[in-house]
T-cell receptor, first 113, second 110 residues
């Protein structure tokens, strides 16, 4: 099946700094990618839809100025958590493809200290 | 009301038994339904997809869909300790993104 690679798998950063997470589709082109967030013992919640060549679409309650999404090519979407705070600590997961053909990245465990 | 609801568990079954996982959804317009397995600290992996009413079998797994009752279930036969994980029910929102339930933790006792 198609492979989606997400990097880094784990990151620890200091409060107030920014962190960039990359999501790459390795063997197919993805005009749309999705970013999810999962807090401990909770479900995956859609944060935003990343669209190649255009602005991302953010879900209600997700701050677009805090979670910057760039989808500059058909194989790469990035999520930058700006001015990270401890409450941003979570598991961030990207996916490419839709519905039952969604392929998930490995996830990024972000810890803000 | 949550869009996709699951009992958080844990559901504990002995090895070799049938594990039954249930899910209800609120959006009657949902057309596609999925079961994912997620190990701790890992991404979800697709187990089954189902699109029409009735049963769909794949190996030890059977998904059941009842759109009138807005109910989806997953049966795991001959449960193995390696099946111990959190099982997520999900529907396609129509925008191709997925709406997930909070998951049911399954423990298979050796």
């Amino acid at each position: 099946g198609a492979v989606v690679s997400q990097h880094p798998s784990r990151v620890i950063c200091k409060s107030g700094t920014s962190v960039k997470i990359e999501c790459r589709s390795l063997d197919f082109q993805a005009t749309t990618m999705f970013w999810y967030r999962q807090f401990p013992k909770q479900s995956l919640m859609l944060m935003a839809t990343s669209n190649e060549g255009s602005k991302a679409t953010y879900e209600q309650g997700v701050e677009k100025d805090k979670f910057l999404i760039n989808h500059a090519s058909l194989t790469l979407s990035t999520l930058t958590v700006t001015s990270a705070h401890p409450e941003d600590s979570s598991f961030y997961i990207c996916s490419a493809g839709g519905g039952g053909e969604a392929f998930f990245g490995q996830g990024t465990r972000l810890t803000v200290v | 009301q949550k869009e996709v609801e699951q009992n958080s568990g844990p559901l504990s079954v002995p090895e070799g038994a049938i594990a039954s996982l249930n899910c209800t959804y609120s959006d009657r317009g949902s057309q596609s339904f999925f079961w994912y397995r997620q190990y701790s600290g890992k991404s979800p992996e697709l187990i089954m997809s189902i699109y029409s009413n009735g049963d769909k079998e794949d190996g030890r797994f059977t998904a059941q869909l009842n759109k009138a009752s807005q109910y989806v279930s997953l049966l795991i036969r001959d449960s193995q300790p390696s099946d111990s994980a959190t099982y997520l029910c999900a529907t396609d929102t129509g925008r191709r993104a997925l709406t997930f339930g909070s998951g049911t933790r399954l423990q298979v006792q050796p």
